[in-house]
């Protein structure tokens, strides 16, 4: 069975601080790798996603994830967060046709 | 270009009544799938096909039936709702052919309570 894990379900920080998500899956072969975001009241946006090359990928909004093979990782980073990144994220794993998700996590800035 | 459409957008049963969410999409993707998403649960898949007459179980199947007897169209029903079945419900797809970037597209949900 597939299975994502993310960890440290609730974040808060305030704005301009770091942030670093979390995120390992438990099986192997090709896969593909996603970050989604929900803002408050609306549904997922694709954030960012690696499927070959580069291990180091740029999404929107200033963020970036790292795919480590040996680490079965897909961290998800933003050098300086801002009031607007309050949402929550959810890393997912797709291999042939399913995706699964990982069980988010709540990130509130502080201004 | 309307991409994912869900109806209702909310809905109120009580236990042991039947209904249907509406799924339809206008992008001719081969993939459509049924989420739930429950708080620190994160995305759970319900159903999933890869085209029409395909139809296979997700996660969390029970309690769900599904059809595709169109490439557009992708119904989920509730045949006798539960309090558990309380959720929001999100339908998405993507295309498997021509360039797939692996994206979901989603609906905007339906959240449903069941009494």
Request: hydrophobic share 35%.
């Amino acid at each position: 069975a597939q299975s994502v894990s993310q960890h440290n379900h609730h974040v808060i920080l305030s704005e301009a601080a770091s942030l670093e998500l979390g995120c390992n899956y438990s099986y192997g072969g090709t896969v593909n790798l996603f970050w989604y975001v929900q803002y408050p009241g609306q549904h997922l946006q694709l954030l960012l996603k690696y499927f070959s090359g580069d291990p180091l990928v740029k999404g929107i909004k200033g963020f970036e994830a790292e795919f480590i093979k040996s680490k079965f990782s897909f961290n998800l980073r933003k050098p300086s967060v801002q009031w607007s990144d309050t949402a929550e994220y959810f890393c997912a794993v797709r291999r042939n046709n399913r995706l699964a998700f990982g069980k988010g996590n709540q990130v509130v800035v502080i201004p | 270009n309307a991409g994912v459409t869900q109806t209702p957008k909310f809905q109120v049963l009580k236990t042991g009544q039947s209904m249907t969410l509406q799924c339809a999409q206008d992008m001719n993707h081969e993939y459509m799938s049924w989420y739930r998403q429950d708080p620190g649960m994160g995305l759970r898949l319900i159903h999933y096909s890869v085209g029409a007459g395909i139809t296979d179980q997700g996660e969390v199947p029970n309690g769900y039936n599904v059809s595709r007897s169109t490439t557009e169209d992708f119904p989920l029903r509730l045949l006798s709702a539960a309090p558990s079945q309380t959720s929001v419900y999100f339908c998405a797809s993507l295309p498997l052919k021509g360039g797939n970037t692996g994206e979901l597209f989603f609906g905007e949900g339906s959240r449903l309570t069941v009494l």
